[in-house]
């Protein structure tokens, strides 16, 4: 099973609309990283969450931390065709960050 | 650009072939990760070399090998090629950005395709 559980598997949207997006993870949390990925090419980084009840907002996306729920949870407001994607959720397996994985992926399709 | 200079972006090679992928991470920049990503599997982490030595290993099959040169180059080698093998690669590079965080930079991928 997944360390980091991502929820949900696609979303589909009308630009303009809100969306969040959730990432669970099953072990200790030590920082939380987002990322985004266009189809086929490589990994964007978008924001590291370290703290309980950090929260980091880039552009019009935004994320939280719950460390006590080992929860994250990144928010897009007012969505636009450019935030179409795959976006995924890493860790660190342990305090020093050697085997960093990733959640199974959101992928987001926002029509115009 | 990234930063991290993955090469050959596209591979298409037949079962039982050996395939040698190349990383070149962020100057600056001493850990270098690997990971595989397919369809069905997600991204999977394979292993990871710290200025030259082998830091972590995650699900990387016995027919992968991978090594870091003092240059701080990585190569991963993929023999004995499956189907199954056909993925997204991809190389990424850990390092302190401006923030204060460690970040790992990845690269754009290398394609592989086994017939």
């Known amino acids: 099973s997944q360390e980091l559980e991502q929820s949900p598997q696609s979303l589909i949207v009308q630009e303009g609309k809100n969306l969040t997006i959730n990432c669970t993870s099953s072990?200790?949390?030590?920082?939380l990283y987002w990322y985004k990925q266009k189809y086929g090419e490589g990994l964007i980084f978008l924001m590291m969450l370290q703290k309980g009840g950090e929260e980091k907002s880039h552009e019009k996306i935004t994320a939280k931390l719950d460390e006590k729920k080992q929860q994250s949870s990144l928010h897009i407001t007012a969505s636009q065709p450019s935030h179409a994607g795959i976006y995924l959720c890493?860790?660190?397996?342990?305090?020093?960050?050697?085997?960093?994985?990733f959640g199974t992926g959101t992928s987001l399709t926002v029509i115009p | 650009d990234s930063g991290v200079t993955q090469t050959p972006k596209h591979l298409i090679t037949a079962t039982g072939q050996r395939v040698t992928l190349r990383c070149s991470p962020r100057s600056g920049d001493l850990s270098v990760y690997w990971y595989q990503q397919s369809l069905d599997q997600g991204l999977q982490f394979l292993i990871q070399y710290y200025n030259g030595e082998e830091r972590a290993k995650g699900n990387i099959l016995e027919r992968f090998s991978a090594q870091q040169f003092p240059d701080l180059h990585s190569e991963l080698n993929l023999s004995s090629l499956e189907l199954g093998d056909s993925a997204l690669y991809f190389c990424?590079?850990?390092?302190?950005?401006?923030?204060?965080?460690?970040?790992?930079?990845f690269g754009a991928g290398s394609r592989l395709t086994v017939l």
């Open positions: 072990k200790t949390l030590y920082g």
């Open positions: 890493g860790a660190g397996r342990t305090n020093t960050g050697n085997q960093f994985y």
């Open positions: 990424a590079s850990l390092g302190r950005r401006s923030s204060g965080a460690n970040v790992l930079t």
